[in-house]
Nanobody, 115 residues
Framework: QVQLVESGGGTVQPGGSLTLSCTASGINFSEYVMGWYRQTPGEGREVVARIDGRGAAWYYVDSVKGRFTISRDNGKNTVSLQMNNLKPEDTAVYYC????????WGQGTQVTVSR
């Protein structure tokens, strides 16, 4: 079966950094556009970053440009999100996402930016 499993969430102070990782199984990983989305209570899920199958980033939401970097390792079936200079408004549950013929979601990992 298909699984996307996130790790790396946690609590950091404003200005801090975190790296999220997602490991995929059950799919031909290199065929999938991978992404990170985030959601806060009562709000819709927002795409944060997406990366094509070959590893070239092609989208970041404006609010994270210059702070976040998405990358993938097709040999390890992983996609990562390096988050720098975190702000309180980055607080959300972050979800790994994969899309090709079907769409798959991870369970989510909490990122909290707070003093």
């Amino acid at each position: 079966q298909v699984q996307l499993v996130e790790s790396g969430g946690g609590t950091v102070q404003p200005g801090g950094s975190l790296t999220l990782s997602c490991t995929a199984s059950g799919i031909n990983f290199s065929e999938y556009v991978m992404g990170w989305y985030r959601q806060t209570p009562g709000e819709g899920r927002e795409v944060v970053a997406r990366i094509d199958g070959r590893g070239a980033a092609w989208y970041y939401v404006d609010s994270v440009k210059g702070r976040f970097t998405i990358s993938r390792d097709n040999g390890k079936n992983t996609v990562s999100l390096q988050m720098n200079n975190l702000k309180p408004e980055d607080t959300a549950v972050y979800y790994c996402h994969g899309e090709h013929l079907h769409t798959y979601w991870g369970q989510g990992t909490q990122v909290t930016v707070s003093r």
